[in-house]
C-alpha cells in the first residue's frame, strides 16, 4: 500500500485522535466497557495499517 505524505499525516492524525478517545473512555467508564474496546479495536485496525506501510 503507497500511502502520499498528506495520506501519511491523516492516518498518524487518526491514530492521536483514537488513541486519546480511547483513554478517556477507559477513565470515564473503565478499561473493560464496550465503548472502550470499541476505540482498542479501531486503534488495532489503524496501527496495522501504519506498520504495513512502513515496511
Known amino acids: 500500500m503507497n500511502y502520499t505524505q498528506g495520506a501519511f499525516c491523516d492516518l498518524l492524525a487518526r491514530i492521536n485522535n483514537l488513541r486519546h478517545l480511547m483513554i478517556t473512555a477507559g477513565q470515564q467508564y473503565g478499561l473493560g466497557s464496550q465503548e472502550t474496546l ?7 485496525e489503524l496501527i496495522l495499517q501504519y506498520q504495513l506501510q512502513n515496511r
Open 38 to 44: 470499541h476505540y482498542s479495536e479501531q486503534l488495532d
